[in-house]
């Protein structure tokens, strides 16, 4: 992929930027308050900063423009951003002025009257059914608004819409820290990764993962499965696996992907134990058996204790990790020992790591280590694309570096 121009790429002084940023942040409801929601986890929030910081010192005025949750192209009070501009006032120690339209007169005249370093953010996108069609008049309209485009979304970047690739056609548009800094890791992991490098692969479905495992096996020296994604695997290896949840309809491609591996010279590590139990909501029931001895009335849903020390001692020798799904329902406690062990593992070692997924990143969050992993992906659908090598609209329809 061609490099593109950054913020760093154009002189700020006396521009308005117009910088989209994902703070679609995990809330809790709170519908007896005076507040309509309350912030969960404000790291997408953090991952911007440094491309707000950097505006700010360089005299740009800042427009912010975000979606939040899924108002269906409607306004809905419950999903205002009045919280969000709050808590990245409080971040960056400096007032950020909501407005509550994206688009008319009231915006434009603000936004006339604005001083250098000032920030404002405009109200939800997506109360706008525009956005998401992605309009070219409502990119058009939003382009109006400043000089250049900004775009720092990484986690939409995978969707064609009015404010991360229609606005691009009308002014210059360059990609903002966090979106460099993405590119960079996701693009150098695969591309120009230090050896050896070890891809880790966890989550519900083989099906989401099929682009990613293909497209790794030619560059990956190792690979490590867990989450219900293994019962797949194991059931292609003739395994018995309970009740787990197995797509039939991939046994094949398991198949395919351990013999190509073999011709490869690439290491697939399956799960040798499991934790079972009857159902989800039995956690008390689980118990820890050999991948040989599942029994019919039971379900994988974690990694064994086996499984993991054999895995973090793989993780421990490797100089490049990718990791892209959870081991097991880790928001469970009988089910989290397997992928705490992976992240633990990742966290103690030297290794370039990169973690690439919503759920998995939500794990090593909770895990207190997203500090110790070099970088963990601020997008979901958008990451796993990227891995996958397609061309994501809001990267393609950025400025390319020249020479």
């Known amino acids: 992929m061609s490099l593109k121009k950054t913020i760093k790429d154009v002189n700020w002084e006396g521009k308005t930027a117009i910088v989209r940023v994902d703070f679609n942040v995990p809330v809790a409801m709170k519908p007896d308050s005076h507040e309509i929601y309350t912030i969960s986890d404000d790291s997408r929030i953090r991952a911007s900063l440094p491309t707000i910081n950097y505006l700010s010192s360089a005299g740009a005025k800042i427009i912010l423009i975000t979606h939040f949750g899924r108002p269906n192209g409607k306004p809905n009070k419950e999903l205002e951003l009045t919280p969000i501009a709050s808590r990245l006032s409080e971040l960056l120690g400096s007032s950020v002025t909501y407005v509550h339209q994206v688009l008319g007169e009231e915006v434009t005249s603000i936004v006339n009257q604005m001083d250098k370093s000032e920030i404002i953010m405009l109200q939800n996108l997506r109360f706008y059914e525009e956005e998401e069609t992605n309009s070219e008049e409502f990119s058009k309209n939003l382009a109006g608004l400043a000089d250049v485009f900004v775009n720092d979304a990484f986690g939409t970047a995978h969707r064609a819409h009015a404010s991360t690739e229609g606005i691009a056609h009308h002014i210059p548009s360059v990609a903002g820290l966090l979106m460099e800094k993405e590119i ?126 054999e895995y973090g001692s793989v993780i421990g020798n490797m100089e490049t990790i990718l990791w892209n799904g959870p081991m097991g329902v880790f928001e469970i406690e009988a089910f989290r020992q397997g992928t705490f062990a992976i992240a633990k593992a990742i966290a103690k070692s030297n290794s370039v790591s990169v973690v690439g997924g919503g759920s998995t990143a939500e794990a090593v969050a909770s895990f207190g280590l997203f500090e110790k992993i070099t970088h963990v992906s601020t997008g979901g659908g958008a990451s796993l694309e990227y891995l996958e090598g397609k061309e994501l609209p809001g990267i393609a329809s950025l400025e390319d570096k020249r020479g």
Do not use: W, Y
């Open 184 to 309: 960079q890791f996701l693009g150098g992991v695969l591309d120009s990764p230090k050896r050896p490098l070890v891809a880790i692969f966890g989550g519900s479905k083989v099906s989401d993962k099929t682009h990613i495992i293909e497209r790794i096996l030619g560059k990956a020296d190792t690979i490590l499965i867990g989450g219900g994604m293994a019962a797949t695997f194991l059931k292609a290896l003739g395994k018995q696996t309970g009740d787990s949840s197995v797509e039939e309809g991939l046994i094949d491609f398991c198949l395919s992907v351990l013999s190509k591996a073999e011709s490869n010279q690439v290491k697939v590590c399956l799960p040798k134990d499991v934790i079972v139990s009857t159902n989800i909501h039995e956690p008390d029931k689980s118990k820890s058996v050999d991948v040989n001895s599942i029994e019919s009335g039971t379900k994988i849903f974690d990694i064994g204790e086996i499984t993991s020390n």
